[in-house]
């Protein structure tokens, strides 16, 4: 009898454990499921590239494939190391035909501050009560959570990345951009 109930415990399981789940959650919510469009934003932000820009929307971003990535805060050593990744591959992306964008909480003058601190040419926005980092997936207050997101040039979200380790990221979303202009008519 007992060997039967431990049959019957562990096919459940393995049952349990092969269901896909029709959504992602992580702490900081339900992460937008790949293949959905994904959520429009305009916030304010700064960037070296574009000195007298000061705001940028998803719908100026359409027609590139845009890398989002959210991240806690500005001058601390994960998010230093993920910026500078982007940074050191961004003519790459540029190449691709894509756009980075980085989000946190902090505000556009730390955000310049820190662009100017790390030679960053890519635009950093400013989402400081949450709003976009809430439409993702990726908030847990005060901070955004560490998530990027892969968009597609018609606004569809075509991978994500949760809970990113931040050295080597960067690398990580270029190679699935190439993979995916490479094996889709997108």
């Not at 400013?126 to 976009?132: E, K």
Request: with cysteine; charged share 25%.
């Amino acid at each position: 009898m007992r060997r039967r109930d431990l049959f019957i415990k562990s096919g459940l399981l393995l049952t349990a454990l092969s269901i896909t789940p029709t959504k992602a959650w992580s702490l900081g919510g339900v992460v937008l499921e790949q293949g959905a469009e994904v959520p429009s934003f305009d916030l304010p932000g700064s960037s070296r590239r574009e000195p007298d820009r000061d705001r940028w929307s998803s719908d100026d971003l359409r027609g590139r494939w845009l890398a989002v990535y959210f991240y806690p805060r500005d001058f601390t050593g994960g998010c230093t190391i993920e910026a500078r990744g982007f940074e050191s591959l961004h003519s790459d992306f540029l190449a691709a035909g894509a756009e980075v964008v980085g989000i946190s909480a902090d505000s556009v003058d730390d955000h310049a501050s820190f662009c100017e601190s790390e030679g960053l040419s890519f635009p950093l926005l400013s989402d400081p009560d949450g709003a976009v980092s809430k439409a993702y997936g990726s908030w847990m207050a005060p901070y955004s959570l560490r998530h990027t997101f892969l968009i597609d040039p018609s606004g569809i979200l075509r991978q994500r990345w949760v809970a990113v380790r931040p050295s080597g990221h960067a690398q990580e979303v270029l190679d699935a951009i190439t993979d995916l202009q490479n094996n889709t008519s997108i």
